[in-house]
Nanobody, 123 residues
């Protein structure tokens, strides 16, 4: 079992940047598929980005070219670098991980979830 803790959220002006972190417990995190999802008020949770155990990445169309997902297996941490932020990026961002799949499913996420971190982008 793994525990996920997100950090790095906050308030930023449109056009600004934030870097989210997802720190995991456990020694085998490098073998987990990891992803980021977000949920805005009144909306369903949506996929943002994912990274496989082999470092393959994939992004939603809404963030492609602005967000970058990466992982540092030595630190058991996955990052989401968010640039050129827009007000529509405002949401609670969740990290999810799964040891049983190569990639995180786009429509459901993984077995493990963090508590979320709030990102607010002002116009």
């Amino acid at each position: 079992q793994v525990q996920l803790v997100e950090s790095g959220g906050g308030l930023v002006q449109a056009g600004g940047s934030l870097r989210l972190s997802c720190a995991a417990s456990g020694r085998t995190f490098s073998s987990y598929a990891v992803g980021w999802f977000r949920q805005a008020p009144g909306k369903e949770r949506e996929f943002v980005a994912r990274i496989s155990r082999y470092q393959h990445t994939y992004y939603s169309d809404s963030v492609k070219g602005r967000f970058t997902i990466s992982r540092d297996n030595n630190k058991n941490t996955v990052y989401l670098q968010m640039n050129s932020l827009k007000p529509e990026d405002t949401a609670v961002y969740y990290c999810t991980a799964d040891p049983t799949t190569i990639v995180i499913p786009l429509n459901g996420g993984g077995d493990y979830w963090g508590q979320g971190t709030q990102v607010t982008v002002s116009s």
